[in-house]
């Protein structure tokens, strides 16, 4: 999905939002135990709800993986569904990956070059330690993005993010080195909604890009500041919430209730389109 | 695998080496691709021949998801079969993983806390960037271990790694840093090979701690180099070379071949150990 057509379903949906598909069996309703693909049942239930309120989806790859080779085909069965629907959705694969240049390639396959085109995403978060050669592979696909970790929602983000070289932080330093790989037709940035203030400092360093921003929900993040401190004039975020929206519930209701939440963020959201 | 028992295994076969099982379907010996499960065929042969010459494996996660969850599966059977060796050896997920707490929480079980104990690994690969909640829930398990990216084998880490912030460069940051959350039991750092000078003053910040070092062979890293700078009382070092051993040859002879390159190397170690 290239950027016209981002802001395009934006404007339509008047909705901002990503559901993060952080699927934890240990988590999703008795009920669907008892199926053949728990993980799959609740994820595509979760979608049919929400889809009206949401412009995007993003699966943490932690999630799947820590159920094995069972739990990717899990998850390659919900790409696969969200690729059925006619509505576009914009698809990010939250893996935050980044190795030497030709394993990054690899991962870049992974996420963008599968053999059934149903199985790609359409953004995969990246860690920006290792540098250009680590990132640059992921930029090798026509209308795909990185979305490069910049300053994120933890409290782990003091450790370094937040240090101080000359007369810039790290995620200062990752933001304006990055532009040099690619502009904002490429790349977007993660940065935390626990840090609404700071998002002043980042648009005076990029105006224009998107900015994927997690933490809203669970993790404390306010909606409302973040949109005052982050929008530009092409909207310029995907606002991300996870266990906020899919554990909104555990009884059988728990689709209909993470449609309410959602349904509650985007008019929210529909106030500043 | 502790720490003791690691000296003791490096110690018996006069060896440090680990060998990276980043297996390439469009890179393994055409005679292999008619097999049911190339990968594994590929990974088996290249276990037999090098068990003798190697302390440790190291598969890269991105070799095998790249294939999607055939490929994980492929990963699983070559794990399942080396804890099947009576040999003892350390198993390393070349992964660069790192997320907020309850997330990394899922990769720890990804990795260390699988249903099937055969699907464990010994140690996985951390990139510091997300800071202490992104590393700690990979220290929980008793004898695994974190490896954490410190300075790299590739040119990008020259972008934000070697920056220097107060009177050290980041990834002494790193080093200082994360020994609050773990000592030398626990934690490894990598420090690739082509940075061999560097080792120096790495000694100095952690004179006690195993160095997992990349980039020995096709990356030009200097293996004598590497043991007179950054070998200690305890060995220290886990040296891994991929592509120079598993594709030595493309030939019926590749495992041989493989062997051959492993037990040169480890003739060379064996004259420091």
Redesign the interface.
């Known amino acids: 999905m290239n950027r016209e057509q981002l802001v395009t379903i934006i404007q339509k949906k008047k909705s901002f939002l990503c559901i993060g598909l ?1 699927t ?1 069996i240990q988590k999703i309703p008795p009920h669907l135990l008892h199926t053949q693909d728990p993980v799959f049942e609740f994820n595509k239930a979760i979608i049919n709800a929400t889809l009206p309120y949401a412009v995007a989806y993003k699966p ?1 790859l ?2 799947y ?6 739990g ?2 899990s998850l ?1 069965k919900t790409i696969e569904y969200i690729h059925q629907k006619e509505e576009q959705v914009f698809l990010i694969a ?1 893996a ?6 030709n ?2 390639t ?2 870049a ?2 996420f963008f070059n ?2 059934d085109p149903r ?1 790609n995403f359409d953004a995969v978060t990246i ?9 640059k592979p992921f930029l090798n696909f026509e209308d795909k993005w990185v979305i490069l ?1 910049a300053l ?10 937040l ?4 007369n810039k932080r ?1 995620f200062e ?2 933001l304006y ?1 990055s532009q040099e790989w690619a502009d904002a037709s490429k790349m977007m940035y993660v940065v935390g909604a626990t840090q609404a203030e700071m998002l002043q400092d980042i648009r005076k360093i990029v105006p224009q890009h998107f900015l994927l921003i997690p933490g809203v929900g669970a ?1 404390g993040g306010d909606l409302d500041k973040v949109i005052r401190y982050g929008m530009n004039q092409y909207c310029g975020l995907i606002v991300n919430s996870s266990r906020g929206i899919i554990y909104a519930d555990h009884t059988e209701a728990f689709a209909e209730k993470a449609a309410a939440e959602a349904h509650k963020i985007q008019q929210t959201m529909a106030q500043y389109l």
Chains 1, 2 share one sequence.
């Open positions: 952080d934890d943490n932690a999630f993986e820590a159920m094995g080779w069972k990717l085909l390659e939250d935050k990956r980044g190795d030497i240049g394993t990054s690899q991962y396959v992974s599968q053999p199985h860690a920006p330690y290792m540098g250009e050669d680590s990132v970790l994120t929602s933890n409290k782990g983000a003091n450790d370094f993010q240090l101080t070289c000359g790290i330093h990752v080195k993790q």
